[in-house]
C-alpha cells in the first residue's frame, strides 16, 4: 500500500496553466503505474491521464490530450500532472491513483485525498 499526496490545486483564469504533484511513500514506487482521475461535482471520477511504471508509455483522455501531460521522478516518488490551456471544464478534484491498470484505466487501491482545481471563464 502506497500513501499518495497531491498538491498543486488552485483557482485559474481559462487559458492559464496548473502543475499537480503525487507525491508518493514507498520505495516500491517505482514499480506502480500511476495515473490521475478527476471529479466534479454531481459527476462520476473519471480517468484523466495515466504513466507506465517507467515511464516510458502515457494515456490521455481525448477531452485534455494535447493539453495535459503526465510525467513522473521515480528519484522523488513524485508523479506530476501539467495542465495548460484549462477550460472551465477542467473544474473538478483531481485524484492521485497508485497502480492502476494500464489500457483499461481500472484504477488500483491507492488514493491521495485529491486537490480541487477551479476554471474560471
Known amino acids: 500500500q502506497v500513501q499518495l499526496v497531491e498538491s498543486g490545486g488552485g483557482l485559474v483564469q481559462a487559458g492559464g496553466s496548473l502543475r499537480l504533484s503525487c507525491a508518493a511513500s514507498?520505495?516500491?514506487?517505482?514499480?506502480?503505474?500511476m495515473g490521475w482521475f478527476r471529479q466534479a461535482p454531481g459527476k462520476e471520477r473519471e480517468f484523466v491521464a495515466a504513466i507506465s511504471w517507467s515511464g516510458g508509455r502515457t494515456y490521455y483522455a481525448d477531452s485534455v490530450k494535447g493539453r495535459f501531460t503526465i510525467s513522473r521522478d521515480n528519484a522523488k516518488n513524485t508523479v506530476y500532472l501539467q495542465m495548460n490551456s484549462l477550460i472551465p471544464e477542467d473544474t473538478a478534484v483531481y485524484y492521485c491513483?497508485?497502480?492502476?491498470?494500464?489500457?483499461?484505466?481500472?484504477?488500483?487501491?491507492?488514493w491521495g485525498q485529491g486537490t480541487q482545481v477551479t476554471v474560471s471563464s
Open positions: 491513483n497508485a497502480d492502476l491498470r494500464l489500457v483499461t484505466m481500472t484504477p488500483g487501491g491507492s
Open positions: 514507498g520505495r516500491t514506487f517505482s514499480t506502480y503505474n
